[in-house]
């Protein structure tokens, strides 16, 4: 008796919490909730006392489900707020305490009672159809003081309008920084007074790429001028405030700088004639660190700073080739006086000098990772977005960080399967994958760690043509973000932040946002099988409506129904779909599988892969899965400056005679086809011997789809080793960076 009623008692708080648990998004720091309810009136009574801004804000969100009115506390105001002082810490905290009578927000600052009302909107979404909300206190701040997002306006540029909802989308989810894009090689987008023809010239170019970039396809039609006056970056400007949201500037130095070169060919280290580019990528012409072009970018910032009052001035620093300041007669002779030791000595020595004069006028500087080349300055804070490195080595010589790499945080990657998604820059980051991610990095001790400022997503605009794309690539990653930021996610609970985006879909449909609906479409994955490999599929929505073919042709109500991962055991097409109620819900997934004596062996890579291009891991080698050469996403592993060095394990000696693999060319991203490959093989895998060797001539031959005749083979492991170019060579983008590496698959026949 005792146990059933125990039982009965779990199921009971089970059902409870699943009702009270709030479809808030970010979730808050605690949530405790209290007997009774309150009742969502026709006409909430609004004390009179409320910060006004922050209030209209709220009656504008909600106008449309209620009425209000302006009422004193001791008439009955159903919604008060008291303001209690407190530190610089406490800037974004608040309580919001609902009871049967009224709703009580209590915070330090103006700020604080905003990021209130955020919460208390969905909690008012949440319960609109039973108009009765359950009492509770919820006691809130964030984890991190910098939660941002970036619009990149220079390959794409988006109005002033598109702006604002940009950056009320990031008030809706409580990121509290807006990151502008202003300049770069393809166009500069801020009026400068001082320099008109940044805009007359420099804002717009010929043409576009369009398409993939290894089409290397244009469009033919000019673009632009396009720009945000000095009156209209105000506006923006004063817009996010009222959302408090900080608007940091980004004006590109000393790379990226072609569509300011266009304008002031003087500027460069040759003379030019330059204009904006009309490729996407990296260019050698870049500022020449003269004397004339530092009084040129100070005059620059003099006018950004008096429009932008951030804390921080984002300067770039990325993506510098060292091309022309090696061939450039001032530089070299700047190297020599100043006691440098090289060129990336000279770039550290440019930032300094911005760095110093940005501090004279009371701002500090912010820059990307390669800033930290040749030595950081002294009060300069790091965006890392190559990776974590260049955020741990600031924070362990105490200069703040914010967290921003590419694996996790950059949201032109694909974010579904590339098969079924728009065209996209590449990489694999899915909804979940940005939900996984940890800003504290676990290599810095708990002192380190407080220089970790934070975390922001990037948006490149290089693939997106108009703002409907926009929100299709921030929307639902948005929603990870401003959890992660907010520091209550939790990877082990994905499942349950799911149910809580699905349910914000219908808040984005009001608005008619153009969201993406991966999460509803098949996933797909290879997992290792008794006898080779399996395709395990998923969905958000219940796995059992999932239907499939072997046979290539399109899944119907009628089709297999998926039950547990499917064998795949030769060469074939498997077409999967989701299906509710008898209707397809889902786009038609397809996967082309080419089996081989390789596939779903064990494999072991000695150097691992770029975190980038890394779906999958070793295994992606040897997974049936050939990769496309347009779609970086989850089918190839990328390496930046290693060597390919696998070694794959048959379980047994095996007969072979052909082995078969393939690297990608596309070096406006950096992309080189393999120097040379060698093959080996080995019954102990310790004494290998080499039966096979490739080079650079064939290579680029076979434009990197390489199968290698091997004679008769008998053998327990196979080895390949497949050599990375090394350094980009002169006149390529990207000139004196490592080169990176794609290999998709290892097949042996």
Same mark, same amino acid.
Not at 115 to 121: C, E, G, R, S
Not at 268 to 292: I, N
């Given at each position: ?58 009656? @504008? ?91 990149? *306006? ?13 950056? #009320? ?51 033919? @039609? ?90 921080? =001035? ?77 955020? =741990? ?68 605009? %290089? ?62 994955? *290879? ?8 395709? %395990? ?68 890579? %000695? ?37 390919? *060095? ?37 019954? #102990? ?65």
């Amino acid at each position: 008796m005792i146990r059933t009623f125990l039982i009965f008692f779990v199921l009971i708080s089970n059902v409870i919490f699943a009702q009270n648990r709030l479809n808030v998004i970010p979730y808050p720091q605690k949530v405790e909730f209290l007997q009774g309810e309150f009742t969502i009136p026709e006409t909430l009574l609004l004390s009179v006392n409320l910060p006004k801004e922050e209030t209209e804000y709220f009656k @504008k969100r909600l106008g449309s489900a209620l009425k209000f009115q302006n009422v004193q506390k001791n008439q009955g105001a159903q919604l008060n707020h008291s303001l209690i002082s407190g530190t610089e810490q406490k800037k974004e905290y608040y309580s919001l305490e609902i009871s049967p009578k009224n709703i009580q927000i209590t915070s330090y600052t103006p700020q604080g009672y905003f990021l209130a009302l955020q919460t208390l909107i969905q909690i008012m979404e949440q319960y609109k159809e039973t108009k009765k909300i359950p009492a509770m206190k919820i006691e809130d701040q964030p984890k991190f003081a910098w939660r941002g997002m970036h619009l990149d *306006v220079c390959r794409h540029f988006f109005t002033v309008d598109e702006v604002k909802q940009y950056i #009320d989308y990031l008030a809706m989810y409580k990121l509290n920084t807006f990151h502008w894009h202003l300049t770069d090689d393809q166009g500069w987008r801020i009026e400068i007074e001082k320099y008109p023809k940044l805009t007359q010239i420099g804002s717009k170019r010929k043409e576009s790429m369009i398409g993939a970039y290894v089409d290397n396809t244009f469009d033919g @039609k000019p673009y632009g001028p396009y720009f945000y006056t000095q009156e209209q970056i105000k506006d923006v400007v004063k817009y996010a405030q009222k959302r408090h949201i900080t608007v940091v500037p980004e004006i590109e130095m000393p790379g990226h700088a072609l569509a300011a070169l266009s304008a002031y060919p003087e500027l460069a280290c040759t003379k030019g004639p330059f204009e904006s580019a009309t490729k996407w990528g990296v260019f050698d012409d870049v500022f020449c660190p003269k004397e004339e072009t530092f009084k040129f970018l100070e005059n620059v910032l003099d006018e950004v700073i008096q429009l932008f009052p951030s804390q921080y =001035i984002h300067i770039g620093g990325d993506e510098c080739p060292k091309t022309r300041w090696k061939e450039c007669a001032h530089c070299q002779e700047l190297i020599k006086t100043n006691n440098l030791k090289d060129e990336h000595g000279l770039q550290s020595y440019f930032i300094h000098r911005i760095e110093k004069y940005v501090n004279s006028k009371g701002r500090k500087i912010i820059g990307w990772d390669e800033i930290l080349e040749g030595g950081l300055a002294p009060n300069a804070a790091v965006m890392s977005w190559t990776g974590v490195n260049g955020g =741990i080595e600031a924070a362990k010589s105490k200069h703040v960080a914010v967290m921003t790499p590419g694996a996790y945080c950059y949201f032109d990657h694909y974010q579904g399967d590339p098969q079924s998604e728009p065209n996209a820059f590449g990489g694999f980051t899915p909804l979940e994958k940005v939900y996984s991610y940890n800003p504290i990095p676990s290599e810095l001790n708990e002192e380190q760690a407080k220089y970790i400022m934070g975390v922001q997503a990037n948006l490149w605009t %290089e693939y997106i043509l108009d703002f409907k794309q926009v929100q299709y690539m921030i929307f639902p990653r948005l929603f990870a973000l401003s959890e992660v930021g907010w520091g209550t996610s939790d990877s082990k609970n994905y499942k349950e932040f799911e149910n809580r985006v699905i349910n914000q879909f219908k808040v984005l449909d009001k608005m008619n946002v153009n969201y993406a609906k991966s999460i509803y479409n098949i996933s797909g994955k *290879v997992v290792p099988a008794s006898h080779g490999i399996a395709y %395990e599929l998923s969905t958000s929505q219940n796995s059992n409506g999932i239907r499939y073919t072997l046979d290539g042709t399109t899944p119907t109500i009628n089709s297999n129904i998926y039950k547990s991962p499917v064998p795949i055991p030769n060469s074939l097409t498997i077409k999967s779909a989701y299906f509710e109620d008898g209707k397809l819900k889902s786009a038609v997934s397809s996967q082309l599988f080419i089996i081989s004596k390789a596939t779903g062996k064990n494999i072991t890579l %000695e150097e691992q892969p770029s975190e980038n291009y890394s779906f999958g891991g070793a295994f992606t080698l040897v997974d049936g899965i050939i990769g496309n050469g347009k779609q970086l996403g989850k089918t190839w592993l990328g390496f930046q400056g290693k060597d390919v *060095v696998a070694t794959i394990d048959f379980g047994q000696k095996t007969a072979f005679t052909e082995v078969y693999f393939n690297t990608l060319e596309n070096k406006g991203s950096w992309i080189h086809l393999a120097k040379s490959a060698k093959i080996f093989v080995s019954d #102990d895998n310790k004494d290998f011997k080499q039966i096979k060797e490739v080079g650079k001539e064939e290579i680029q031959t076979a434009q990197g789809k390489i199968k290698l005749n091997v004679g008769m083979q008998n053998a327990k492991y196979i080895k390949i080793m497949i050599e990375n170019a090394g350094i980009i060579p002169a006149e390529n983008p990207g000139a004196d960076s490592k080169a990176w590496l794609f290999v998709d698959e290892i097949g042996v026949n």
